[in-house]
């Protein structure tokens, strides 16, 4: 009976990993003077049922029947480039639209054809790279009267908690054995790992303080990495190890920098 409630929760849990979904939170515009002004964007993408959950929350300034020009990156190469009549999909609310506000809340399911041109890839590397543009026309004029954008993501990431620890001890265990090493004497070998550990240690906080200082370059895997470094390195408040790295520098001759503390006020 135990074997059977094993496998069977095991099926479960693979059945569980192996649903595939998109989504997005945010929504921002992407030309100036845009006539659609988001405020509340939640979008959910299932493929296996080609259903689209979505929250929106819009104001608007277009009167008149609209086509959406839909163009779709991936890693910064176009994958997906389509013209879409609103009044095709059956959408109602925008179709035609009205000046004032837009609120929605809604399932609609789309066209297999749709769902086949994304590429599996897309719902299993993490952190993908994935931006869904929106350029909205005048269908009579064909003049773009708003432009919206957002980013995609399938719920998979680098950023683990795993890694976090793994990356601390890997920049902690040097300086540990060099301690160890020049407690019993073998300063020459202590003195060859603490080099070697401070230069990776040097090399880890290099990679964050880059990602911190262009996050709009950075590419959300290179981000989310950047994040499990980050926390290692006690760039993130963990109390205690941001004590030990004090004690640290302290003892070995450094004066340790305080950027930033907080205070609390009592009324």
Not at 72 to 85: C, P, R, S, T
Not at 106 to 122: D, G, Q
Not at 142 to 159: A, D, E, P
Request: proline share 3%.
């Amino acid at each position: 009976m135990k074997v059977f409630f094993f496998l069977s929760l095991m099926i479960q849990l693979m059945v569980v990993s192996a649903k595939r979904s998109l989504s997005a939170t945010s929504l921002v515009t992407c030309m100036q003077n845009s006539q659609i002004s988001p405020t509340f964007f939640n979008v959910t993408f299932n493929p296996d049922d080609r259903s689209i959950r979505y929250t929106l929350d819009l104001t608007t300034e277009i009167n008149t029947y609209v086509t959406a020009h839909v163009q779709v990156y991936a890693y910064g190469f176009l994958i997906i480039e389509q013209d879409v009549d609103l009044c095709d999909l059956g959408w109602k609310q925008f179709c035609p639209l009205y000046p004032g506000s837009l609120q929605v809340d809604s399932i609609e399911y789309i066209s297999a054809k749709y769902v086949k041109m994304i590429p599996a890839i897309a719902y299993q590397v993490p952190d993908i790279d994935a931006v869904v543009r929106v350029e909205v026309r005048d269908r009579k004029s064909k003049k773009t009267v708003s432009c919206i954008q957002s980013n995609f993501t399938n719920g998979k990431t680098v950023s683990q908690t795993g890694a976090k620890w793994a990356t601390a001890i890997i920049a902690g265990l040097g300086l540990v054995i060099a301690a160890v090493f020049s407690t019993f004497g073998s300063s020459n070998a202590a003195s060859h790992i603490s080099t070697n550990a401070v230069t990776l240690f040097s090399y880890f906080q290099a990679v964050v303080i880059i990602s911190m200082q262009h996050v709009e370059r950075v590419p959300p895997i290179a981000s989310a990495w950047a994040e499990n470094l980050a926390w290692s390195m006690g760039l993130i408040r963990v109390e205690f190890m941001q004590k030990i790295f004090r004690w640290y520098i302290q003892s070995s001759g450094g004066s340790p920098t305080l950027y930033f503390r907080r205070s609390q006020s009592r009324f």
